[in-house]
């Protein structure tokens, strides 16, 4: 191999090593930056389990029980499969809702009509316990994307946050990626276990 013909093949290695770190470092950013769309930006925000008034059944009163999401990062996210349930099993499904970047959305334990700002369980009765439960969001792969926790057993310093009206907010916060399982029965645009 000559001198000539040794120079020419440093300098195409040395090109395809810099095209292999261009095409590199232009995809990494977009990865880096969080620019994508990711569940880790979804989250339970707050929860009203303890609906004001005298706890009647009445669709006001189940209505008045809500927990809400909401996604804190820029990029839309399709929550279609996506459920909402607590410790007793009962699950509701996001059936053809995607929650615009820097939005939120309040899940309501009765009846009523579906918006971008508002989705119904279409139930007759109260969901969530006001002593004590948990509320966990998964995603469409049945993977934790956070959960709630309250406890009204305990007061003082166990991570309670309370609304302006200091009436049932939980916020003991769990992440992880545990699976849930089972069968979601309900009419359209709504699951129900």
Do not use: C
Not at 16 to 22: F, G
Not at 36 to 56: C, F, L, M, T, W
Not at 82 to 96: A, D, E, I, K
Not at 164 to 190: A, F, K, L, V
Request: glycine share 12%; net charge positive; hydrophobic share 25%.
């Amino acid at each position: 191999m000559t001198a000539s013909q040794t120079f020419t093949a440093r300098r195409l290695a040395a090109a395809a090593l810099s095209a292999a770190a261009l095409v590199g470092a232009a995809a990494l950013p977009a990865a880096a930056d969080g620019s994508g769309p990711r569940d880790s930006r979804v989250e339970i925000s707050k929860v009203q389990y303890d609906a004001p008034g005298h706890g009647s059944r009445s669709n006001r009163s189940l209505n008045e029980e809500w927990v809400q999401i909401t996604n804190s990062g820029r990029d839309s996210v399709n929550l279609d499969d996506w459920t909402l349930s607590n410790r007793q099993g009962r699950v509701y499904t996001f059936h053809h809702l995607r929650l615009n970047g820097h939005s939120t959305v309040r899940v309501h334990t009765g009846v009523g009509r579906d918006t971008y700002r508002d989705v119904y369980q279409d139930r007759r009765n109260f969901v969530w316990d006001d002593r004590k439960d948990t509320a966990t969001l998964r995603n469409d792969h049945r993977r934790v994307v956070d959960t709630i926790s309250w406890d009204a057993r305990h007061h003082g310093d166990d991570g309670r946050r309370h609304g302006d009206d200091g009436r049932g907010h939980g916020d003991n916060r769990g992440h992880g990626d545990n699976r849930g399982h089972g069968d979601n029965h309900g009419g359209p645009g709504h699951g129900h276990r």
